[in-house]
């Protein structure tokens, strides 16, 4: 059975940290990886990862996987209060259905 | 701007009502997918569908039903709501593998309460 194990589930910082999300997983035919922040509603899409070693940026996010030890982090530097949210791991197997981690509980206080 | 649609974002029904959640998309998507997620929880797929007349159930068991007859509608029912079937419920649709956006575009999701 896929799984995906998120940590921390929760991480409280202040503005200006930098935080390190993790995400650990186990699949059958490993496709992809893929992290999206979750605020109120919809999850909306931030990195998709299918290559070790390669990082993904965008502005003050980064993303990077390891295949062979079957975990990615996500980096967040110079944290804002917007960055508050929870961020989901899911990962794609032969299937091509999404499985879900529980998500890092994200907040960043003033 | 949302390019996939659920209504209602909200709903508060009794115990027994029939109820259908709408899920549209203007992508062209061929592949459809239904979460459930409690508060605090990670998402369920409870049902996926890879084209016009192909449903499937997911990973979560649920007593929903879906269909799928046109490719860019895929709404779900609950013939008689409880209210374990408090929840959230997000729609989601994706690209094929060998599109340029492989991953999935959720919509706003339909958050649900049976009383």
């Known amino acids: 059975e896929d799984k995906v194990v998120q940590s921390p589930l929760s991480l409280v910082v202040h503005e200006g940290d930098t935080v390190t999300l993790n995400c650990s997983y186990e699949?059958?035919?490993?496709?992809?990886l893929l992290w999206y922040k979750q605020e109120k509603k919809a999850p909306t899409f931030l990195f998709m990862l299918?290559?070790?070693?390669i990082e993904k940026k965008s502005g003050r996010l980064s993303s990077i996987l390891d295949k062979k030890e079957l975990f990615s982090i996500l980096n967040i530097t110079a944290t804002q209060t917007g960055d508050s949210a929870v961020y989901l791991c899911a990962v794609r197997g032969g299937s091509e259905k999404l499985v879900f981690g529980k998500g890092t509980k994200l907040t960043v206080n003033p | 701007e949302a390019d996939i649609y659920q209504t209602p974002r909200y709903l508060v029904i009794g115990t027994g009502k029939k109820i259908t959640l709408e899920c549209s998309q203007t992508m062209g998507h061929d592949k459809m997918y239904w979460y459930q997620q409690d508060p605090g929880m990670e998402l369920h797929l409870i049902h996926y569908?890879?084209?016009?007349?192909?449903?499937e159930k997911g990973d979560l068991s649920s007593e929903s039903t879906v269909s799928r007859i046109r490719t860019e509608h895929f709404p779900l029912t609950l013939e008689s709501a409880r209210p374990s079937h408090t929840s959230q419920y997000l729609c989601a649709s994706s690209a094929g593998q060998g599109a340029p956006n492989y991953g999935y575009t959720f919509g706003s999701g339909t958050r649900l309460t049976v009383v």
């Open positions: 569908s890879y084209g016009v007349n192909s449903t």
């Open positions: 299918t290559s070790s070693g």
């Open positions: 699949v059958t035919n490993f496709r992809s």
